[in-house]
């Protein structure tokens, strides 16, 4: 379960999964917003005050905001599924 204001671990595998080219725009875009959007919730949410779940799911999903490509990302990308743009 995501802490409050926060992502469900549940809703950034399903966006993850489905490749890119097989989502509409709309559907881009929404992920989009949504990852930027937990992105602003992790740096502003301190670190003591997330659940163990919710610090894993950071992990996971490379929201340490160090300019790096979440491990997600590498693994689309490793299998095709991501965007041609590289970070």
Known sequence: MADTGRQSMTDKAASSVKPDSQKSMTEQVGDKMKGMSDSVASTLQPQSEKSTTQKVGDTMSGNSNEGQESLMEKA????????????
Do not use: F
């Open 76 to 87: 689309k990308h490793a299998t095709g599924m991501g965007d041609s743009e590289t970070k």
